[in-house]
């Protein structure tokens, strides 16, 4: 088992994350399946690597956005943006779950299996109900067109993403969770607290929601350097040589 999972990172170059993936896999056969004790010391975890969230700026959003013609891809990027929503969320989410009397979206099936209640953007709704009066969607928000009462699948999600991003001519690859992250990120730059955001993520641990301190530009740029307190001594521009002739 040692050897494989050596040969994975060292051979395939495979990412921590996937060999973790591995690791728990056989440490099922043998526990579960095979009635074997296991051997964590002889087979060690990975360090996981640690990465920044990627995200999108405010005008690479609004770009999309103005891009896109298509009504309910619209609708789409747009309810990724406002609500943070995972794609399986989002996917996932019945025209019954928007409730404009609460003002809530109603996610039913988190990370976890965990429900919970995000706020609705006024803003949100207004294109929502724009979008209804158009397509009437009986059950689902986001209905596949091809599956009559199935849900729109995940590949037409990222697909939906990756068109507006080619249509205004952003080249890295955009796709449906970034719309998430550039959300976390932008309602942080805007005052909300980690807590908040934390809730509307559905983040079980705010160490993951902490993340997004590191890619929030303006509150990078809020924090005063302890060097600009410093009463220091003004000092003189150093002479420049004089040219030899």
């Known amino acids: 088992m040692r050897e494989y999972l050596l040969h994975l990172m060292h051979d395939n170059q495979a990412m921590p994350s996937t060999v973790l993936v591995n690791r728990a896999a056989l440490r099922f056969v043998y526990v579960c399946t095979l009635k074997q004790k296991w051997f964590d010391e002889e087979i060690p975890h990975p360090k996981r690597r640690h990465t920044l969230p990627g995200t999108l700026t405010a005008d690479e959003v609004t770009r999309m956005l103005d891009g896109t013609h298509n009504l309910k891809h619209w609708t789409i990027l747009a309810t990724f943006y406002a609500t943070a929503l995972r794609i399986s969320e989002l996917r996932q989410l019945k025209v019954d779950d928007i409730d404009s009397k609460r003002m809530v979206v109603h996610v039913r ?15 949100l709704l207004e294109h929502l109900r724009i979008y209804f009066r158009q397509f009437r969607p009986k059950d689902w928000l986001f209905p596949s067109p091809e599956k009559i009462g199935s849900m729109l699948e995940e590949r037409s999600l990222r697909y939906v993403c990756r068109q507006a991003a ?3 001519g952003i080249k890295r690859r955009v796709h449906p969770h970034l719309f998430r992250h550039a959300c976390a990120t932008h309602m942080l730059d805007a005052g909300a607290d980690l807590r908040t955001i934390q809730v509307m993520l559905g983040h ?9 301190l590191h890619v929030s530009i303006q509150r990078l740029q809020a924090v005063r350097s302890p060097f600009d307190a410093l009463q220091l001594k003004s000092i003189h521009k150093p002479e420049e040589p004089k040219p030899q002739s």
């Open 109 to 123: 099936r988190g990370k976890g299996g965990i429900p919970r209640d995000i706020a609705l953007s006024p803003a």
């Open 204 to 212: 079980a641990d705010i160490r993951t929601t902490a993340r997004y």
């Open 166 to 168: 080619k249509r205004v």
